[in-house]
């Protein structure tokens, strides 16, 4: 496994998760898999394999569960409610490192056996608005590792963000098909499926 910075996962935020797996499920043509819940977030989850040492998660809040803190990925401000009001979106990106020593806004979190750090802003904030990805350094097996293969795997994910420059020069070494353009910020992930090539945007 590459040593360097690598993508992990993609983050597909929806209302509700019962929902968004009918539309991403119809959208891939390939059923997702169990997560678990974030109870410190407030959030469940379902996954999905990119390959070997990737995967895509579905977020939604958890109806019943007030967290403490505010939810990542912004799903507790209106505004991203009112972007998942009508369908699910591509959100955020996540990349994973050696070592998150030294860097800020660092949760060490663990759900069943897995264990890992990412980086969180205390008020669940999105840097660049989601273009930028968070961090990851997993303390157990990667979960992509343990996904059944449905065929799926990213073939670009486009970043647009009015400080693409800024962006191009912070993910320099990342490994992973991305792309940066100048515009408002937004995501934008194609995918290649055994029936074909989909999208999906933030």
């Known amino acids: 496994m590459?040593?360097?910075?690598?993508?992990d996962h993609l983050v597909v935020a929806a209302a509700d998760l019962e929902a968004g797996r009918v539309w991403l499920e119809r959208k891939l043509g390939c059923p997702?898999?169990?997560?678990g819940r974030h109870t410190d977030y407030g959030t469940h989850n379902l996954l999905l394999s990119l390959g070997p040492s990737a995967y895509l998660e579905l977020i939604a809040p958890?109806?019943?569960?007030?967290?403490a803190r505010p939810r990542w990925f912004e799903l507790d401000t209106p505004a991203m409610r009112a972007r998942l009001a009508g369908r699910p979106a591509?959100?955020?990106?996540?990349?994973?490192?050696g070592s998150l020593a030294g860097v800020a806004d660092v949760r060490e979190l663990s759900r069943g056996a897995s264990r890992w750090a990412l980086t969180v802003p205390d008020d669940g904030s999105l840097p660049l608005g989601g273009a930028a990805p968070s961090l990851i350094e997993?303390?157990?097996?990667?979960?992509?590792?343990?996904?059944?293969?449905?065929?799926?795997?990213l073939a670009e994910l486009v970043l647009s963000t009015p400080e693409a420059a800024a962006l191009q020069r912070r993910?320099?070494?990342v490994e992973a098909p991305w792309r940066v353009r100048h515009g408002d910020t937004g995501l934008r992930a194609r995918l290649t499926t055994p029936a074909g090539g989909t999208e999906i945007v933030g």
């Open 62 to 67: 958890e109806a019943a569960t007030t967290p």
């Open 90 to 97: 591509l959100v955020h990106w996540v990349v994973r490192v």
């Open 171 to 173: 993910l320099a070494g």
């Open 138 to 153: 997993w303390h157990s097996p990667l979960p992509a590792a343990s996904l059944p293969d449905r065929g799926i795997r």
């Open 32 to 35: 997702l898999e169990p997560g």
């Open 2 to 7: 590459s040593s360097r910075p690598t993508l």
